[in-house]
C-alpha cells in the first residue's frame, strides 16, 4: 500500500498542478473578457492567493485531526467549485466569492494547501535514504503539470480559431476542463490507504516540541526572505522584462517558460543524487547562489540570445533546493508535527510570495527595469548565508 499511496498522491498533485498551470494563462484574460478593469483583475489575483493562504494556515492545524486523505479530498471539491462557478457566473460580487472560496491560483504555480498535506504524508512511504529522491520525483510531476497546463491554457484560442466559438464560451470549456481536473485529482485521493494517516488522530490541536519550535520557526523565517525575493522574480515580471528589454512576445516567451518548467522538473533529479553526496543543507545553498549570481548577469547580456542562455542556465539550478528543503524540514521533526512544520513554512512562503511583485513593479517604473533582477538575486544569496550558518549542523536523520 506504501507505494500505491506514493503514486497515488504522485497523480492527484500532478492533475492538481496542470489545473493551475491552465488557471495562470487564463485567468486574468477571463476576467478581461467579461469586462473587469485592471485594478480589479488584480484584486481578483490576490483574492485567489489570499484564500490558498488561508487554505494553507488551516489545513496546517486541521489535517491531523480530520484525517490527512479526507483534507485532502476537500481540498479537490472547493477547487472543483470555484472553477465550476467559474464556468457560469459572470457577476463580480459571485466571482470573487468563488475565486476565494475555490482558491483560484492566477500565478501558475502550485503552492497551497494540498501541498502541505502530501508533504507531510510522502515521508510516510519511503525510508529516510530514499525520501529526498521522493521529494524530487514529486516536485518532478507538479512541474509536469504545471508545463502541461500551461501549454493547454492556449485552449481558448484554440476552440475559437480552429471550432469558431465565441470568446465567453471559450473560456468557458477550459474552466470545465480545469474543474474536471479538480475533481478527479481529488477521485485519487480518495483511494489512499489508512497508513497515510497518524497512528492515532490527536483530539485537539498539536503543538510543536520544544526542541522542534526553534527549528521550525527560525526555518520559516528565513524561508519567508527567500520567496520575498522570489515575488521579485516571478513569471510575469520576468516575461515583462524580455519584452521591454528585447522586445520579445508571448509567441517566444511561452516557449521559453516551458523549456524552463522542464528544466526546473529535471533538476529536481539531480539535486536528490548531489544531496546523497554531499547533505540537504549543502545542496540548497551551494546550487542558489550560483543560480542567484547567473540572474544577476542575465541584465548585462549584450543580445536576446545570451540573455536566453544565461537565464536558462540560472533555471537549470534554482529550483534543486525546492525537494531538498522540502524533504529536509519534514525530516527534523516528529511524524506528528510534519503537518505543522510544512504548513508553517509554506504559510510563510506564501504571504511573502503574494506581497514583493507590487513593490517590484514599481521598481520597475520608478527606478530601473532591471532592478527586481539584481535586488531578489541579493536577498536570495543573504538568504542562502543565513541558513548555511544556522542549519549546517543540524543534520537529518539519513546523515548523522
Given amino acids: 500500500m506504501i507505494l500505491t499511496d506514493r503514486w497515488l498522491i504522485f497523480t492527484s498533485a500532478g492533475l492538481r498542478a496542470t489545473a493551475v498551470g491552465v488557471s495562470g494563462v487564463i485567468f486574468a484574460l477571463y476576467l478581461a473578457i467579461l469586462g473587469l478593469n ?5 484584486f481578483a489575483i490576490s483574492l485567489g492567493l489570499a484564500g490558498c493562504a488561508i487554505g494553507t494556515f488551516v489545513v496546517t492545524y486541521v489535517a491531523d485531526r480530520c484525517g490527512r486523505r479526507p483534507t485532502l479530498i476537500l481540498l479537490a471539491f472547493f477547487m472543483f467549485l470555484g472553477g465550476l462557478a467559474l464556468t457560469f457566473l459572470t457577476r463580480p460580487p459571485f466571482l470573487m466569492a468563488a475565486v476565494f472560496l475555490g482558491m483560484v491560483n492566477g500565478m501558475g ?5 494540498g ?3 502530501e508533504q507531510a504524508i510522502l515521508p510516510k512511504t519511503t525510508t529516510e535514504v530514499e525520501r529526498t529522491t521522493v521529494f524530487a520525483w514529486y516536485n518532478l510531476t507538479v512541474d509536469a503539470g504545471h508545463a502541461v497546463g500551461a501549454l493547454l491554457g492556449g485552449l481558448p484560442a484554440f476552440f475559437r480559431f480552429q471550432l469558431g466559438l465565441p470568446p465567453y464560451l471559450s473560456y468557458q470549456w477550459t ?4 474543474s474536471l481536473l479538480c475533481l478527479v485529482a481529488g477521485l485519487f485521493a480518495m483511494r489512499l490507504s489508512k497508513s497515510v494517516e497518524l497512528k492515532e488522530r490527536p483530539q485537539r490541536r498539536l503543538k510543536l516540541s520544544p526542541e522542534s519550535r526553534p527549528v521550525v520557526m527560525k526555518f520559516a523565517a528565513l524561508s519567508g526572505i527567500d520567496s520575498l525575493a522570489g515575488g521579485f522574480l516571478t513569471t510575469a515580471l520576468l516575461g515583462y522584462w524580455f519584452f521591454k ?3 520579445v512576445d508571448e509567441g517566444l516567451l511561452g516557449p521559453l517558460f516551458f523549456i524552463v518548467r522542464v528544466l526546473n522538473g529535471v533538476s529536481h533529479l539531480g539535486a536528490a543524487w548531489l544531496a546523497k553526496r554531499i547533505g540537504l543543507v549543502n545542496t540548497m545553498v551551494f546550487t542558489h547562489i550560483p543560480s542567484s549570481l547567473l540572474l ?3 541584465p548585462f547580456a549584450p543580445n536576446l540570445p545570451v540573455a536566453i542562455l544565461l537565464f536558462l542556465l540560472r533555471e537549470s539550478l534554482v529550483e534543486m533546493d525546492v525537494p531538498t528543503r522540502q524533504s529536509y524540514i519534514v525530516a527534523v521533526v516528529k511524524d506528528e508535527e510534519r503537518t505543522q512544520a510544512s504548513g ?3 504559510l510563510t512562503r506564501n504571504i511573502a510570495w503574494a506581497t514583493s511583485p507590487m513593490i517590484a513593479g514599481s521598481l ?4 530601473s527595469l532591471s532592478a527586481p533582477l539584481l535586488i531578489g538575486p541579493g536577498l536570495k544569496i543573504a538568504y542562502d548565508i543565513l541558513l548555511y550558518r544556522a542549519f549546517r549542523l543540524i543534520k537529518p536523520p539519513e546523515e548523522q
Fill in 38 to 42: 485592471a485594478s480589479l483583475i488584480g
Fill in 109 to 113: 504555480r502550485d503552492r497551497g494547501a
Fill in 115 to 117: 501541498l502541505t498535506v
Fill in 175 to 178: 474552466w470545465g476542463l480545469y
Fill in 245 to 247: 528589454r528585447f522586445g
Fill in 296 to 298: 544577476m548577469t542575465v
Fill in 344 to 346: 508553517i513554512t509554506n
Fill in 364 to 367: 520597475m517604473r520608478f527606478l
